[in-house]
């Protein structure tokens, strides 16, 4: 396991504030963690004792609906801090995460992170700004599902993974998720998500390999209303 002060990982998040000296601190009390595909990372309405720092992968975060399904709020991938939100108000977790793939992750315990926070504004500010980022994006969502076609969505997540997550070596995406996760994200039943990505599949926009999706015309998803 990599030493803070010298991962690459903190410049995608809040850590990047730190000084080497808390950094060298933090380093000496954090925990690497293994996840394979489909473990649960921390489960809803649970009380972390720190926050989860994404070195490897990616994972869902998920809220538990009314109707007992698992509703997709976000992605996490490389750099990500899970659980900060949870630190700050010194509440029980809201959501869930699951890893989509084989992630590496460092916890760090709340005492340090605590600490920080107390002591260093510029970390607290950059914590702040990140959770206020946050917010911004969970209200272009609320727009996004009030505006736009289910169609309209489901292009744009397969552009999102495209764009944010690559292709492998036969140009599928990187990221596999299942039918049921795509419902998910772009609100709408696993039925209508499959007989969507069928549709995209006949015009030639997509090409599909199990569950993995290629996408083939990239240019005519951006014009999907």
Not at 53 to 72: A, F, M, P, W, Y
Request: net charge positive; with cysteine; glycine share 6%.
């Amino acid at each position: 396991m990599s030493k803070c002060e010298s991962c690459i990982v903190k410049e995608f998040n809040s850590l990047k504030s730190l000084t080497r000296e808390e950094l060298m601190r933090v380093s000496a009390c954090k925990t690497g963690k293994i996840y394979k595909k489909g473990q649960v990372i921390f489960e809803e309405g649970e009380t972390l004792n720190g926050v989860y720092c994404v070195k490897d992968g990616v994972c869902k975060l998920t809220k538990l609906s009314e109707n007992g399904k698992d509703q997709v709020v976000k992605l996490v991938v490389k750099g990500g801090l899970l659980g900060k939100r949870s630190l700050v108000t010194e509440q029980k977790t809201n959501l869930s995460a699951v890893a989509l793939n084989d992630m590496e992750m460092c916890f760090i315990p709340k005492s340090e992170i605590m600490a920080d926070l107390a002591k260093n504004p510029k970390f607290t500010m950059d914590v702040l700004k990140k959770m206020a980022n946050d917010l911004k994006d969970s209200d272009i969502s609320l727009v996004n599902m009030a505006q736009k076609s289910v169609k309209r969505r489901m292009a744009e997540i397969l552009m999102y993974i495209h764009d944010n997550f690559g292709t492998d070596a036969d140009d599928y995406l990187n990221i596999v998720i299942s039918r049921e996760d795509y419902a998910s994200i772009v609100g709408t039943a696993t039925e209508s998500a499959i007989r969507i990505l069928s549709q995209f599949k006949k015009e030639g926009l997509i090409s599909t390999k199990g569950k993995q999706i290629k996408i083939e015309d990239y240019g005519s998803l951006k014009w999907i209303e």
